[in-house]
């Protein structure tokens, strides 16, 4: 079988495919639908279509039939998954061992992905303790609007706000982030928040919006985002009360705490890091920062 998907790559010479394509198309034919897929190969829904239709394109085949409640794959996307699931698994594991060779030659740069607050409140004011602790090679910070995969090499390590799932990744809970209502002192009428500004969706379910349920603020919802950044400017406009990280929100004198009688669910990050790189010292140095970076806000926040 494996013969065979070689012959088809061989007879277009212009073909290119990305592994991760092939990894998706495998992802499917396992779970069964493209939202369980995504979940599992740990990316977007959005980024696992838009891979398939590449991956259907490069090979002048419909690879599977999407419906409302799922996916089911052709006859052709069954052959194809069959012959790329053991093909695009060694590929994977040669490039990470690769690459984590080339870590002990060469001082590689090392990538770390996580949403746009983790990433600008609190690692970059943090990232001179890095250095400080005898860091020499490149760090690229990257905030992302959707969850790259560890197992595509679209990054080293990752902090994600829903426990991811693989058996290739190496996972660790990080300190938990609590939340609370801010408005601007001059903005909402305390303590009954007449409009919310919460987060979206975008990352899966989240506890807070079945908290806001359970106190029967949910109808007060007027902006919902995935921007911590959105959310902390619109609450110091005065544009309504704002579900923050109290060790951010409490960074703003202009904003005030409202008690609605019950706090909110604690948020809880997850630092994940590859199997194959969690041995590189450039890796496991970034890993200990970031670790201690939350350790740190959390201690700024109970101060």
Known sequence: MIAKLYCLFAKEAQLALDPRELDDLVAIAK???LSAAAKKRGVAVSTISRRIETLETNLHLRLIDRFT???QLT?????????AEPLSAQIDRVRRVAEALQGELAELPVRVTATEFVISDVLAPRLDRLWAAGAHFPVHLQSEAAVVSLAGREADIAVRMIRPEGASLVIQKLPALHLGLFACRNGERLPAPERLLVYDDSYGRLPELDWLDSIGLRKNVVMRTASTRSLLTAARSGAGAALLPKAIARRYPDLIQIDVGSSPPSRTPW???HRD???QPSVRQVHKWVRNCFASLVSAEQN
């Open 271 to 273: 630092l994940t890091v």
């Open 31 to 33: 779970t069964g639908s």
């Open 277 to 279: 790189l969690q041995r």
């Open 69 to 71: 409640r799922g996916a």
């Open 75 to 83: 006859r052709a996307g069954s052959e194809i998954a069959a012959a």
